[in-house]
């Protein structure tokens, strides 16, 4: 690409998309390039939105143990913030000193603890993203129990870019254990697995 633009604020990324849109500029947006099936990767000439510079976290609830972040902030740092305070994040991957929590949502990345504690359609209670025509989706919101109107945020996650840019995320996440019991099992079929995954339970 012969353009990289790196906006800070949802603000300038809904200026970017909607410039473009209106002359029908092509846009690729990008997280920490950690992604391995081609997403963030431009075909042509594409103009590269890269959310890197959106990388403060905005606030933590201790209440119910929810990270208020932008979607630039490497994943690492999220988990680093929030084992200071007692609580885990909900995803761990193996590009965690790289790759950004907005694309580990628009790629709905599982990783090591997807089985423990869910996906990321699962731990996402808010988020805000920018559309192409430069509207701000504000769902945004750090309420727990929400069981109003369409959860539109579900559509973004695992999008990759391609309904919208997300901008800022709520993640929640669970408490630290305070300990850890480990088991080295060994079982002679797939069926055997799924019963210890059962009893483990």
């Not at 965690?96 to 869910?118: D, E, P, R, V, Y």
């Not at 408490?175 to 079929?189: E, I």
């Amino acid at each position: 690409s012969k353009l990289l633009l790196r906006p800070k604020t949802t603000e300038e990324v809904s200026s970017i998309l909607k410039y473009c849109n209106d002359r029908k500029l092509a846009v690729v947006p990008q997280g920490g390039n950690t992604g391995l099936v081609g997403g963030s990767t431009p075909v042509h000439d594409e103009i590269i939105l890269s959310t890197g510079r959106m990388n403060n976290i905005m606030d933590f609830n201790e209440s119910y143990g929810i990270l208020s972040t932008q979607a630039g902030v490497i994943l690492a740092d999220c988990q680093s913030y929030t084992r200071d305070r007692g609580y885990v994040m909900p995803i761990d991957l193996g590009a965690k000193g790289s790759c950004m929590i907005g694309g580990n949502l628009a790629t709905n990345a599982g990783g090591i603890h997807f089985i423990k504690f869910n996906s990321m359609h699962a731990n996402c209670v808010g988020l805000k993203a920018v559309m192409a025509n430069g509207q701000i989706l504000d769902n945004m919101t750090t309420l727990r129990k929400d069981n109003t109107g369409y959860d539109l945020k579900h559509l973004f996650i695992g999008s990759e870019g391609t309904l919208g840019v997300i901008t800022e995320c709520a993640i929640l996440c669970p408490p630290m254990a305070t300990s850890k019991n480990l088991a080295v099992l060994a079982v002679s079929s797939y069926e055997g697995c799924q019963r210890i995954l059962c009893l483990a339970k």
